[in-house]
Every structure is written in structure tokens, then in C-alpha cells.
């Protein structure tokens, strides 16, 4: 038999979860590949980049159920059934098609995302009708390329903010000092300040953009659950501190989101500049300044030297 197609191992991975416990995503692995009885050198066979093919199609078979709400992640690398995903398997989990789990909320989501990051990296002229927008729909292997490539990038930031979430508050503290500085903020590691203690007055850090440390900006992070939100009072809170470090710029960042009431306030303080990240931009921002990522492989794409052929 040929190796099956990410989309029809859905049923494989619904039925291994089903059977018990949370698995680590290699013992899930190890489970599906037994169940999908593949000869020595289907199992050996790897995609052009050097990754294990069939590893690769199961892993992304629980992505797609992940990002449906069929499975879902209790702890750093494990995977477990949901309630979704128990329902399918009552049905048929062998039945269960890539069509269908767009009709989720969780895969429309994720849709929804993937083009907001694929717009976010276009001028507005090249910006494309988007409502019309389906991943079935023939395009150029390029625009191929490119939306894959934003699919890759959404899966991996939430897997980014929950490995945070899962860390120390001074963890992110640290993290986002370093975000900030690899975005530009301060002319060397030594103009980062940590001063996260339980005595900190709301400021978690301070990054100087001068030698003599004359002009500042005040950091506060919060690591809060994907549930639960930053309100009004918590970024009052924080203007406070920064009025009485008689300072008028500072950044608020959590792992979650910001209330639209907190965001509010924010355009309507005066004498203040406070910058709000929230989870989803935090993540976006360590994309693209390489942090807490690193490059796995890179593809080469070639194209006509025409000054080879210059006559």
C-alpha cells in the first residue's frame, strides 16, 4: 500500500486517543504507524527537506483535528480526545474528511488567521478578495508556497504561547525583554533591566534607550491563560506605576488578550503612550524576530540568472 495522505489518517489518531489516556505526540506516532501497517521502505521514505514523510502526514493529521477541537493539548507534547472528537468516533472516525472539519469553528479560525498573516505581509494593492478565498480553489504553486507557509506559522505560534504559558511568570518576563531588544529597543543586553520581584510596583522590566538611561521604557507582562483576559483595571494600574516612575511610555504584554474596554482606555489616556501586545501579536512578533524559534530546514527556490544569458 502507498503511504495514506495526511486527511486519511484522521480516523487512525481519533482511534488511538480514544483508547485511553493523554499520549505523548511520539507515542501517538508510534501507535498510528503501527495501525497503518506500511512495508520497511515506506516507513524510511522522507520528504525533499529530510523529515520523515510518514511522520510528517500524522503529525499534521493532528494538527488539523487539534485546530478543529477534535483533540486537543492538556500539556506540553501530549494529545487528548475531546468530546468532538469521542463523537466522531461513536459515528465513523473513518469518515471523518478534511471537508468537514472546515465547517468548525476552530478550522474556520484558523482560516480566518492564516490570511490574516498572509495580508500582514502584502502592500494593500496586492491584497486578493479574501471572502471568495478556499484552500481548494487552483493556485499558482507560489501562492501554494506562500499559504502553507502561514498555516506552518499558525500552528507554530500557538505552540508557542503555550509553551509559555506553561512556564514561570519570570520567564516571560525575561522573554519579553529579550523581544524587545531584538526588535530594536536598546542599544545592547546590558540596557535590559529585569526588575520582576513580588515588590515591583507593576513594572516588570525597563529597557534604556540611552547611555545614561534618561530615556526609558517601563515593561509589564502578564502570563494569564488563553481564558482569561486583561481588563481596564489592570492597565490603570500599570499607567499608575508608570506615573509614579514619573515615566510616560511603557508596554504591556500578556499571553492572552485585552478587553475591549482596556483598549479603550488606552486611546482615551492622555500624556501616556502605552502599547498593548496580546497573545496572538506577542507570538507574531517572536516569528519574526526569531525568537524561541529556529529554522529546521529551508528550501531553495531558483529562477532564470539573466545575466547568465545576457548576450
Do not use: C
Not at 505523548?24 to 504507524?33: E, M, N, P, S
Not at 463523537?87 to 478534511?98: C, E, G, H, M, Q
Not at 519570570?170 to 520582576?196: I, Q
Not at 529597557?207 to 538611561?213: A, E, F, K, R, V
Amino acid at each position: 500500500m502507498t503511504i495514506p495522505k495526511f486527511n486519511e489518517i484522521f480516523g487512525d489518531v481519533l482511534v488511538v486517543l480514544a483508547e485511553g489516556e493523554p499520549l505523548h505526540r511520539k507515542d501517538l506516532r508510534k501507535a498510528v504507524t503501527v495501525r497503518l501497517k506500511l512495508t520497511e521502505e515506506e516507513l524510511a521514505e522522507t520528504l525533499s527537506g529530510g523529515s520523515n514523510k510518514v511522520g510528517s502526514r500524522i503529525h499534521w493529521a493532528a494538527e488539523f483535528l487539534a485546530q478543529a477541537g477534535a483533540i486537543y493539548r492538556p500539556k506540553r507534547g501530549y494529545m487528548q480526545i475531546t468530546d468532538l472528537g469521542r463523537s466522531y468516533v461513536a459515528k465513523d472516525p473513518f469518515s471523518v474528511t478534511l471537508e468537514e472539519l472546515r465547517t468548525t469553528d476552530g478550522m474556520k479560525a484558523w482560516k480566518q488567521r492564516s490570511i490574516a498573516n498572509r495580508q500582514a505581509r502584502q502592500n494593500e494593492a496586492d491584497i486578493e478578495d479574501t471572502e471568495n478565498y478556499d484552500a481548494e480553489t487552483e493556485i499558482s504553486p507560489l501562492e501554494s508556497i506562500d499559504n502553507a507557509i502561514n498555516l506552518l506559522n499558525s500552528a507554530l505560534a500557538e505552540d508557542l504561547l503555550q509553551r509559555i504559558r506553561e512556564e514561570s511568570p519570570e520567564f516571560l518576563e525575561r522573554l519579553v525583554l529579550k523581544l524587545l531588544h531584538a526588535m530594536g529597543y536598546g542599544a545592547s543586553t546590558s540596557h535590559l533591566e529585569h526588575t520582576g520581584t513580588s515588590g515591583d510596583e507593576g513594572i516588570d522590566g525597563i529597557i534604556h534607550l540611552d547611555q545614561l538611561g534618561v530615556d526609558r521604557i517601563y515593561v509589564q507582562a502578564k502570563r494569564y491563560q488563553e481564558t482569561g483576559g486583561i481588563g481596564r483595571p489592570a492597565i490603570q494600574s500599570f499607567v499608575g506605576a508608570l506615573e509614579g516612575k514619573r515615566a510616560t511610555r511603557g508596554v504591556f504584554i500578556t499571553t492572552s488578550y485585552f478587553s475591549k474596554e482596556a483598549k479603550n482606555y488606552v486611546q482615551e489616556i492622555k500624556n501616556f503612550s502605552v502599547v498593548l501586545i496580546d497573545g496572538e501579536k506577542l507570538a507574531a512578533l517572536m516569528l519574526a524576530n526569531g525568537i524561541g524559534v529556529e529554522t529546521k530546514q529551508t528550501y531553495n527556490l531558483l529562477v532564470i540568472d539573466e545575466n547568465f544569458f545576457f548576450a
